[in-house]
Each structure stands twice: as C-alpha cells, then as structure tokens.
Nanobody
Framework: QVQLVESGGRLVQAGGSLRLSCIAS????????MGWFRQAPGQEREFVAA????????YYQDSVKGRFTISRDNAKNTGSLQMDSLKPEDTAVYYC???????????????WGQGTQVTVSS
C-alpha cells in the first residue's frame, strides 16, 4: 500500500504559476510510476502527466505540454507538478496517483491521493 497526500493547490490568477507536491508513505515509492490527474466540476477525471519510476519516461496531456512539468524525488518520496502559464480551464481538483500501468498517456494507477483544489481566475 502507498498513501499519497497532495498540497499546494490554491487560487491563482491566469498566467500565474503553482507547484503541487505529493508526499508518499508506505511501500517504497521509488518503484512506482507516479502521475497527476484532474477533475473539473461536472467532468470526468482526466490524465494530466505521468513519470516512470526512474524518470526516464514522461508523458503529458496535450493541453498542458510546454506549461506543466512533472518531477519526482525518490529519495524523499515526493513528486511535484510545476504549473506555469495557468489558464482558467486548468481549474480542477488535482490528484496525485501512483503504481499501476503506464502506456504513454494511458495511465491506470493503483493508488490515489485525496486531491487539492486549483482555481485559476481570469
């Protein structure tokens, strides 16, 4: 089992930046793929980004490419999502995820965090 806790979500103006963090506990985090999903009101949860256990494979949803950067520090059991040039359409609850299977942008995690709210005002 892996427990995930996100932080860093808040209200920000369009064009601004945020850095979301995910702290993992439980089994060794470093052996797992980890990623980020988001869910906007009235919409399904969608894939945002994922990074393989060693960091050698990284994938992004097309709408965030060039604006978001995923990273991880296995020694600290943490993952991050740096979000720049934020847009109102990025408003959502963002979830950290880990484990499961990664096939490009098709990522199916085993473990989920509780989510952190990101609101981008226009």
């Amino acid at each position: 089992q892996v427990q995930l806790v996100e932080s860093g979500g808040r209200l920000v103006q369009a064009g601004g930046s945020l850095r979301l963090s995910c702290i993992a506990s439980g089994r060794t985090f470093g052996i797992y793929t980890m990623g980020w999903f988001r869910q906007a009101p009235g919409q399904e949860r969608e894939f945002v980004a994922a990074i393989s256990w060693g960091g050698g494979r990284i994938y992004y949803q097309d709408s965030v490419k060039g604006r978001f950067t995923i990273s991880r520090d296995n020694a600290k059991n943490t993952g991050s999502l740096q979000m720049d040039s934020l847009k109102p359409e990025d408003t959502a609850v963002y979830y950290c995820a880990a484990g499961g299977t990664l096939a490009g942008v098709h990522y199916t995690p085993n473990y989920w965090g509780q989510g952190t709210q990101v609101t981008v005002s226009s």
